[in-house]
């Protein structure tokens, strides 16, 4: 169960809308929300609202400002919350954040597609089939909730390091961590749960008492 809920806290972030406490809600996200050109995104790591009206944008491509092709931030709103202007250059650090999100937005969410299929062959291997439903879908309730709840944390940490990229870091790392305890945590509750319920309220059915019969 360990290892399925590592696979599955980590895959988390890949699709999860992770809190940035006190931006006024905005969030992390590998992927962009509103008007988006038809070539795509050039962005790879996204702080936004729900509505992508605000954001704070990590990007590869011509800087307007520099008058050259670099990895640097874009941002609409957001500039009192993180202190990074329109067009500012990411760095080093921004060139390796950018890859691994780019990275990370593929390989979570094939790792999602593995712990379901994963999860999905112990329903229908168990022998205690109800049991194991219960276990599962309290386990991936359980990443969702920790992948928002100390991803949330992790970000605000990171944020008072380095606003930007470690928002970023702290906020992602915070996820994983968060979702793989939640997976653990709430499937061994369930699990728990469910072997009391049976066994404080399970009635089992009489013995069927055999006729004595003589030896012949």
Not at 80 to 87: M, P, V
Not at 103 to 123: E, F, M, N, T, Y
Request: hydrophobic letters at 45%.
């Amino acid at each position: 169960m360990v290892g399925q809920a590592l696979v599955v806290g980590s895959g988390a972030a890949a699709i999860v809308r992770i809190p940035v406490p006190g931006t006024g809600g905005l969030a992390l996200e590998l992927s962009p929300r509103g008007w988006v050109p038809k070539g795509g995104s050039t962005s790879t790591l996204f702080v936004q609202s729900l509505d992508g009206k605000r954001n704070l944008r990590l990007d590869y491509g011509y800087n307007v400002t520099t008058k050259s092709v670099n990895y640097h931030w874009n941002q609409k709103g957001t500039f009192q919350e993180f202190k990074i202007a329109d067009h500012a250059l990411a760095g080093g650090g921004g060139k390796a954040l950018y890859n691994v999100a780019k990275v990370a937005k593929v390989a979570g969410r094939g790792l999602l597609v593995v712990g379901a299929v994963i999860d999905a062959v112990s329903i229908v291997q168990a022998k205690k089939r109800w049991r194991q439903v219960a276990k599962v879908l309290a386990g991936w309730g359980g990443a969702w909730v920790g992948c928002k709840a100390v991803g949330a944390a992790g970000a605000a940490g990171g944020t008072l390091v380095e606003p930007g990229g470690g928002t970023a870091v702290g906020g992602f790392v915070g996820c994983a961590v968060g979702g793989a305890l939640g997976y653990f945590g709430s499937s061994l509750a369930a699990e728990s749960l469910y072997d009391w319920v049976e066994e404080t309220w399970y009635d089992p059915l009489p013995q069927e008492t055999q006729p004595w019969s003589a030896p012949l």
